[in-house]
T-cell receptor, first 108, second 115 residues
Framework: GQQVMQIPQYQHVQEGEDFTTYCNSS?????IQWYKQRPGGHPVFLIQ?????EVKKQKRLTFQFGEAKKNSSLHITATQTTDVGTYFC????????FGKGTKLSVKP | DSGVTQTPKHLITATGQRVTLRCSPR?????VYWYQQSLDQGLQFLIQ???????AKGNILERFSAQQFPDLHSELNLSSLELGDSALYFC??????????????FGPGTRLTVL
């Protein structure tokens, strides 16, 4: 069936370091969404990318959608302790398929 | 606050029992989705309802069932509970359209513990 793979599963960084999580699909996606789940919280929608090669920025977060619309990435510049949580990508082919998430921990 | 409410927040029960989880979507949203999240696991899609009708089914066990009522709130029924059913259960809703690719707004979740 449809699958969205996300790597890495865990990432530990020192505060101030950059962080990137990658999302890959074996099939072309109509769009991709990113969600963040803080520890003890619920997933919260961050952004949606629709166009091939699209790049969107939210402050220190940069989201990219691949040219083939099969992959995406989320890059955080100069991580802060407030960035801690699990980041999920969710790919759409009509149905929204969530990746397993990347759990980010930040050491102050 | 996403506008999606879920009750109860916590639920502790024993194996073999049956429980009902409740979800009220955001005002105006017609779609409700249910997800299961086990410890350190991703979001497992269970089922979607749109305006009272089942729209899509995921990895939902036969012991589990759901429904959406005319006022659009939804209930997830879990029966013959097993230890492995212990998890966070999230409800999400999305705007009219009914496609699972619409942005989903998640409730705070119900933490189910089966002893």
């Amino acid at each position: 069936g449809q699958q969205v793979m996300q790597i890495p599963q865990y990432q530990h960084v020192q505060e101030g370091e950059d962080f990137t999580t990658y999302c890959n699909s074996s099939t072309t996606l109509s769009n991709i969404q990113w969600y963040k789940q803080r520890p003890g919280g619920h997933p919260v929608f961050l952004i949606q990318l629709v166009k091939s090669g699209e790049v969107k920025k939210q402050k220190r977060l940069t989201f990219q959608f691949g040219e083939a619309k099969k992959n995406s990435s989320l890059h955080i510049t100069a991580t802060q302790t407030t960035d801690v949580g699990t980041y999920f990508c969710a790919g759409s082919q009509g149905n929204l398929i969530f990746g397993k998430g990347t759990k980010l921990s930040v050491k102050p | 606050d996403s506008g999606v409410t879920q009750t109860p927040k916590h639920l502790i029960t024993a194996t073999g029992q049956r429980v009902t989880l409740r979800c009220s979507p955001r005002s105006g949203d017609l779609s409700v989705y249910w997800y299961q999240q086990s410890l350190d696991q991703g979001l497992q899609f269970l089922i979607q309802y749109y305006n009272g009708e089942e729209r899509a089914k995921g990895n939902i066990l036969e012991r589990f069932s759901a429904q959406q009522f005319p006022d659009l709130h939804s209930e997830l029924n879990l029966s013959s509970l097993e230890l492995g059913d212990s998890a966070l259960y999230f409800c999400a809703s999305s705007a009219p359209g009914g496609h699972r690719s619409d942005t989903q707004y998640f409730g705070p979740g119900t933490r189910l513990t089966v002893l």
